[in-house]
């Protein structure tokens, strides 16, 4: 099997996937992913597709993450390992996807307005 690539994308992360057979190393720009991703939560979201597939440990995982916070960067590898595990084998399709591990996240930070300090939020009403 040749190397599979895969996109995923949450907020302003961006993942770029390349998965091959091999014995379970995730790499995520250049390091180990449970030196990356500190939390144990993290480290849970971004093995979710493989621990659904019964794929822990059969393949090699290399990450190219950019841009966005630790969050979304961890969501963004998630969907791209679930896209890559897809195009390997078509089956695991409608598992991951009853787990909504393959829909893109769309929600996005709204832009600040003009006149008033952030997306929503207003400056103090001053009745005098």
């Known amino acids: 099997m040749e190397v599979i690539n895969a996109l995923g994308r949450r ?4 993942a770029r996937v390349y998965v091959k057979v ?7 720009n250049k390091r ?3 030196e990356y991703f500190t939390t144990g939560i993290l480290r849970y979201i971004v093995e979710q597709p493989l621990m659904l597939t019964d794929n ?3 393949f090699d ?9 630790i969050n979304g ?15 390997i ?18 929600r996005m930070v709204e832009r600040k307005k003009p006149g ?13």
Request: proline share 4%; aromatic share 6%.
């Open 56 to 58: 822990m440990g059969k």
């Open 116 to 128: 008033q300090p952030g997306a929503r939020r207003k400056f103090q009403f001053s009745k005098r």
């Open 11 to 14: 907020k302003t992360a961006v």
């Open 89 to 106: 084998d078509a089956e695991y399709r409608p598992v991951l996807k009853a787990k909504g591990l393959m829909r893109r996240d769309p």
């Open 61 to 69: 995982i290399k990450v190219n993450l950019d841009g966005g916070g």
């Open 73 to 87: 960067q961890a969501e963004a590898l998630r969907l791209g390992i679930a896209r890559a595990l897809c195009k």
């Open 32 to 34: 180990d992913y449970k």
């Open 22 to 28: 091999g014995n379970g190393n995730i790499t995520v």
